[in-house]
Nanobody
Framework: QVQLVESGGGLVQAGGSLRLACAAS????????MGWYRQAPGKQRELDAT???????SYADSVKGRFTISRDNPKNTVYLQMNSLKPEDTAVYYC??????????????WGQGTQVTVSS
């Protein structure tokens, strides 16, 4: 079964930085759009950033200028560099990929989530 495996979360002080990574665990024929979402306690999951296969990016207004999404296509990996972190960035972060695995169904896949906590 294809999985998206996330890493890089943790505890950081306000103003600090973290880098999240998310890699597909099985053979992938093609990955289209990839993205990062967050979900804070008691709130709905919301989109932070997306990136296409060609490298076009889009960001939520709340993270523009602070977060950078990138991807390594040969490694089937997406990254989220988070700078100037704020306490309100505290959430569980999920990666998402629209992909066609070699031996599983095409569709939308999610990572298991990684906790990011920003202390004031």
């Amino acid at each position: 079964q294809v999985q998206l495996v996330e890493s890089g979360g943790g505890l950081v002080q306000a103003g600090g930085s973290l880098r999240l990574a998310c890699a597909a665990s099985r053979s992938i024929f093609r990955i289209n759009r990839m993205g990062w979402y967050r979900q804070a306690p008691g709130k709905q999951r919301e989109l932070d950033a997306t990136i296409t296969t060609g490298g076009s990016t889009s960001y939520a207004d709340s993270v523009k200028g602070r977060f950078t999404i990138s991807r390594d296509n040969p490694k089937n990996t997406v990254y989220l560099q988070m700078n100037s972190l704020k306490p309100e960035d505290t959430a569980v972060y999920y990666c998402n990929a629209d992909m066609r695995p070699c031996y599983s169904s095409s569709g939308d896949y999610w990572g298991q989530g990684t906790q990011v906590t920003v202390s004031s």
